[in-house]
C-alpha cells in the first residue's frame, strides 16, 4: 500500500462517477458541497479504463480522507461483478482503490450514489426507495440517511423476475422487471407499434400525444408493468417515500406523468410521498463522495484516527 504523501482534509472525501463516455470526479466537502469537478474521457478497453479510474482516485486522493466511486454495474462487497455498459468486471475495485491511493474506499452502483445524493446522506428520515429508469430500472434502499448496501447490490429491483419465461436479460435471468417497463422496453415498444424507420421513443411519445391507439396502448402497457413492479416492491419495504429518477423520468411530459399516475393507484404504493429526483448530472459523483464519507464518519477514536 503506498503512504500518502500528504493529509487529507478532514471530512473531504473523493467522488468518482465512471459513466459510459466520460470519467467525472470531484472533492465532496463535509458540508456536502461539490469542488474541483473534472472530466476525462473514458479510455478504450477494460484495463484502460481501470487504469484510468485508479490515476483519477490517486489525483483527487490527495486532498482527501477516502474515496468513493460509482458504476454502473453490480457490486458485491467492493467488487464490480458486472458492467455490461462499461465492458468492465469481474475486478476488486475497492482494493484496487485502497492500494493504489492508500485511503479507505467504496464502490456502489449509479442507482446507491443517486440516492445517496438525493438524501443528502444523513439528511432524511426514515426509508426511501430511489428507482431509476433508464436503458435499465435500477434502484436504491436508503434508511435514515444511509444507505443499505447488505452484500453490496441491495436495490437491484430491476432484476426481480416478474415475468417467468419472459425476455432474457443481461443478468442471465428471463422476464426481469426492466424487460418490461425500462426505457429500453418503451425503445422496443417503438419499434412494435410505428410505421416508418424513424422508430423511437420520442415518437412513440409523440403518438401516444395525439392519441394514437397503439402507441397509447404500448406506453400504457409499460406503465402498469411499472407500476406492478413497484407495487411489489412497496410491499417488501413500506418506504415512506420513493424518488423517481433516470432517464425515463427525466423526460416528463407524457411518460412521466402516465409512470406516476399508475404507480400511484397501487395497493402498497398508496401513501407513500412519491417525488422526483431532484440532482442533476453530478448525483453519482456526489453520491460516491457521500458513500466515502460513511468510512471514514464517527467519533476521533475511529476509523478516522486511525489514517
Ligand atoms: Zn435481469
Excluded at 489525483?59 to 480522507?65: E, F, M, S, Y
Aim: proline share 4%; glycine share 18%; hydrophobic share 45%.
Amino acid at each position: 500500500m503506498m503512504t500518502r504523501s500528504r493529509q487529507g482534509v478532514p471530512g473531504t472525501t473523493v467522488g468518482i462517477d465512471v459513466g459510459g463516455t466520460m470519467l467525472r470526479g470531484g472533492l465532496v466537502g463535509p458540508d456536502g458541497s461539490l469542488r474541483d469537478v473534472v472530466r476525462r474521457p473514458l479510455p478504450h478497453g477494460p484495463e484502460a479504463r481501470h487504469a484510468a479510474v485508479l490515476e483519477l482516485a490517486r489525483d483527487l486522493g490527495q486532498d482527501a480522507v477516502a474515496v468513493g466511486v460509482a458504476v454502473a454495474g453490480v457490486v458485491d462487497d467492493g467488487r464490480l461483478l458486472l458492467s455490461a455498459n462499461l465492458g468492465l468486471g469481474d475486478i476488486d475495485l475497492r482494493t484496487a482503490l485502497v492500494e493504489s491511493t492508500g485511503l479507505p474506499s467504496e464502490v456502489v452502483n449509479d442507482a446507491q450514489a443517486a440516492a445517496l445524493a438525493e438524501v443528502r446522506g444523513g439528511s432524511a428520515q426514515g426509508l426511501v426507495l430511489v428507482v431509476t429508469v433508464g436503458t435499465g430500472i435500477g434502484g436504491a434502499v436508503v434508511l435514515d440517511g444511509k444507505l443499505v448496501r447488505g452484500r453490496g447490490f441491495a436495490g437491484e429491483i430491476g432484476h426481480v423476475v416478474v415475468d417467468r419465461g419472459g425476455l432474457p436479460c443481461g443478468c442471465g435471468a428471463a422476464g426481469c422487471w426492466e424487460g418490461l417497463a425500462s426505457g429500453e422496453s418503451l425503445r422496443r415498444a417503438a419499434e412494435r407499434v410505428l410505421p416508418g424507420p424513424d422508430r423511437t421513443v420520442d415518437r412513440l411519445v409523440a403518438a401516444a400525444d395525439s392519441g394514437d391507439p397503439g402507441a397509447v396502448g404500448a406506453l400504457m402497457e409499460a406503465a402498469e408493468a411499472f407500476a406492478d413492479g413497484l407495487n411489489g416492491m412497496c410491499a417488501v419495504l413500506a418506504p415512506h417515500r420513493i424518488v423517481l429518477g433516470g432517464g425515463v423520468f427525466a423526460r416528463g411530459g407524457l411518460v412521466a406523468d402516465v409512470y406516476r399516475s399508475q404507480a400511484s393507484t397501487r395497493r402498497w404504493v398508496r401513501g407513500a410521498e412519491i417525488t422526483m429526483a431532484a440532482q442533476g448530472d453530478h448525483a453519482g459523483l456526489l453520491g460516491a463522495g457521500l458513500a466515502a464519507r460513511d468510512l471514514v464518519a464517527g467519533p476521533p477514536t475511529g476509523v478516522l484516527a486511525a489514517l
